[in-house]
């Protein structure tokens, strides 16, 4: 199901490999099975999984269907390792809490063992909260000096002035290079926020981006097929990894036919 459009994603000569399926519901299970795929590649390969999530809206659907079969008994989530690109600096209670509401989708109905699933910091300031993710990080990926993380899945978003995580056009964090973790504000809401940076997310062996509704149309016309234009979202470029992008047909909608998501 899902029609495939642009070349084999690789980080290097395209902008991914594009997937247009008929509605959200679709994109999601598409999303759902492609997460479930890259865990028991993963920990057939070196026997654990480890990925990073999104936040807002659009990976709702597909967390809602990780916790319903296939997925519950299909995902090996005891050897799942789960980390969050972005997060805003509220409670887990608190409605525009990404963990939060990850808790609420699936978090609470698959069998993972609480101490695979690391939340940012949310309670203490956003430098030090930072920090210790940097910290988390590192102790759970048991890093060399100076090597990031490598995820075996990033699943993005994007917003509509093309942000990805939470990293927003025109700010520094974008130009970040060293630390993993930063501190920013921005994004809808507005709010204090931590964020994984390119030094992860480029490190990352599979890049999912969802997009879903008509609202996403411009921003997946630019960003896929506009000049490069240092949006957020064109900077993910994994040079070790693949790049997939399921949008549904709303989203998909400014895309021209036929024209490649080559780089121009
Ligand atoms: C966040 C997200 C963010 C999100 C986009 C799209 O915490 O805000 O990580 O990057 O992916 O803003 O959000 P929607 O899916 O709600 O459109």
């Given at each position: 199901m899902g029609e495939k459009i642009g070349p084999?994603?690789?980080?290097?000569?395209?902008?991914g490999e594009v997937w247009i399926l008929p509605d959200a519901l679709h994109l999601a299970r598409r999303g759902a099975d492609m997460f479930a795929r890259a865990a028991q590649q993963s920990i057939a390969l070196k026997g654990n999984f480890a990925v990073a999530l999104s936040g807002g809206s659009t990976p709702r659907g597909m967390h809602r269907l990780l916790a319903q079969e296939p997925f519950v008994s299909g995902i090996p989530w005891d050897r799942t390792q789960l980390f969050w690109v972005d997060e805003r600096l509220v409670p887990a209670r608190d409605a525009a809490s990404n963990y939060g509401a990850a808790e609420k989708d699936f978090l609470e109905h698959v069998p993972i063992p609480s101490g695979h699933i690391h939340p940012m910091p949310v309670e203490t300031p956003p430098d030090e909260g930072a920090r210790m993710y940097r910290r988390e990080l590192k102790k759970s990926f048991k890093t060399k000096e100076g090597e990031p993380p490598l995820f075996d899945l990033i699943c993005l978003g994007i917003g509509k002035d093309g942000h990805t995580g939470s990293l927003f056009p025109g700010q520094s964090s974008l130009d970040e290079r060293e630390k993993w973790v930063l501190p920013v504000k921005g994004g809808t809401p507005y709010a204090d926020r931590l964020t994984m940076t390119y030094p992860v997310l480029n490190n990352g062996k599979r890049i999912l981006f969802l997009a879903s509704g008509s609202e996403k149309a411009g921003i997946v016309g630019r960003v896929l097929q506009g000049r490069l234009s240092g949006l957020p979202a064109q900077r993910v470029r994994p040079v070790g990894g693949t790049v997939v992008w399921l949008l549904d047909k709303e989203a998909a909608s400014l895309l021209e036919k036929g024209k490649q998501v080559h780089d121009t």
């Open positions: 084999e994603g690789t980080g290097k000569s395209g902008r």
